[in-house]
Nanobody
Framework: QVQLVESGGGLVQAGGSLRLSCEASGRTFSGYAMGWFRQAPGKEREVVARISWSGINIYYADSVKGRFTISRDNAKKTVSLQMNNLKPEDTAVYYC????????????WGRGTQVTVSS
């Protein structure tokens, strides 16, 4: 069993920054790519960024390129998302996901953390 717990969400003004963290428990963090997804009200869940186990292969959605940075610390079993220059359209619940690939999300999700960006 894998548990993913997100933290770091909150309310911020446009142009501000937040740093999300996802902590994994259990042994099955090793070897897996990780991803961040988000879901805004009335919209489908979408991928924001994902990172390979090695950290070498990274993908960003076009909407966040140049503003968001994904990173991971395998020793601590954490994956982070640094979000800068936030925009109101970034408002959503952000979810951590284990096993994300270009084919879609993996099998485990966190419960999510709310990010609200005011204009």
């Amino acid at each position: 069993q894998v548990q993913l717990v997100e933290s770091g969400g909150g309310l911020v003004q446009a142009g501000g920054s937040l740093r999300l963290s996802c902590e994994a428990s259990g042994r099955t963090f090793s070897g897996y790519a990780m991803g961040w997804f988000r879901q805004a009200p009335g919209k489908e869940r979408e991928v924001v960024a994902r990172i390979s186990w090695s950290g070498i292969n990274i993908y960003y959605a076009d909407s966040v390129k140049g503003r968001f940075t994904i990173s991971r610390d395998n020793a601590k079993k954490t994956v982070s998302l640094q979000m800068n220059n936030l925009k109101p359209e970034d408002t959503a619940v952000y979810y951590c996901n284990r096993g994300s690939t270009s084919l879609g999300p993996g099998d485990y999700w966190g419960r999510g953390t709310q990010v609200t960006v005011s204009s």
